[in-house]
């Protein structure tokens, strides 16, 4: 069992492998909580439109919650954006609805990206072990996907990637060059969750939610091992891709 790095969705090379796709600020680690709460199917959608599209065209559409951002910010005909602290809190007051549609600007994307695989997980440091414990039971050569910001590497993600092949090592898969020089070069980092939040604000796209006053979700999105349920991708009969929990 080899360990691999893909810096974008534009670098996967999903057949085969067991794809783990991080985006750590924000899609897979809101992802990891919705399936915490009990949303049942997360779906993904590309784009905007093609989020839209899809809602009008599930059977009880009233009863799908569309949620996602562009630039950070949730547009503005959909019912929430993508803060994982927000879904908390919002999980307080009511019942989540169990279908879920997600468009993000990189997370679903390279989600999307990866059909094909063995297995495709979305990954988090909330959910890491969990995850990692899922994917190694399957014994497939692993690649940890990075979601990069519009298609480009992003330092978020190879921070979070550290966190991934670090686990994947102490479980005793195998690390390709990629894998160690992104445990070398990062590992220092994240020695605790306060620092890995450190790490993440300083990246491009920690300053971007920073100044959208996205402060919380960047300290959230650091923690590790909060949450116990994975999930995977699937596909419907209607050859839409979803996320299910396993």
């Known amino acids: 069992m080899k360990v691999s790095i893909a810096e974008s969705r534009f670098d996967v090379n999903p057949i085969g ?7 750590v600020l924000r899609a897979t680690s809101v992802m990891a909580v919705l399936l915490e709460q009990g949303v049942k199917q997360i ?25 996602g951002e562009r630039n950070s910010l949730p547009p503005d005909d959909f019912d929430g954006g993508n803060s994982p602290l927000a ?14 549609i997600m468009a993000t600007t990189n997370g679903t994307p390279t989600l999307l990206s ?24 399957e014994q497939n050569d692993i690649v940890i996907v990075c979601s990069g910001w519009e298609g480009a590497p992003a330092e ?14 102490t479980s005793g898969a195998v690390l390709s060059d990629s894998a160690s020089d992104v445990k070398s070069r990062y590992t220092s980092q994240y020695e605790n969750p306060i620092s890995l939040s450190a790490a993440l604000a300083k990246t491009e796209h920690g300053q971007r939610l920073l100044k959208n006053n996205f402060e919380e979700d960047i300290e959230y999105c650091a923690q590790i091992n909060l949450i116990n349920v994975t999930g995977h991708l699937e596909t419907d009969i209607n050859g839409h891709s979803l996320i299910v929990s396993d």
Do not use: H, W
């Open 156 to 169: 978020d993600d190879f921070l979070a990637a550290a966190l991934v092949v670090d686990a994947l090592e």
């Open 17 to 23: 492998n067991t794809c783990l796709v991080i985006d």
């Open 87 to 100: 879904f908390l809190r919002q999980s307080k007051k009511m019942r989540l609805p169990s279908t879920v």
């Open 114 to 137: 990866c059909v094909g695989a063995e297995l495709i997980m979305p990954i988090a440091p909330v959910n890491l072990d969990a995850t990692v414990q899922r994917a190694v039971r």
């Open 43 to 67: 779906y993904l959608a590309d784009s905007i439109e093609s989020a839209r599209d899809l809602k009008a065209n599930l059977p009880i559409p009233e009863e799908v919650l569309m949620i």
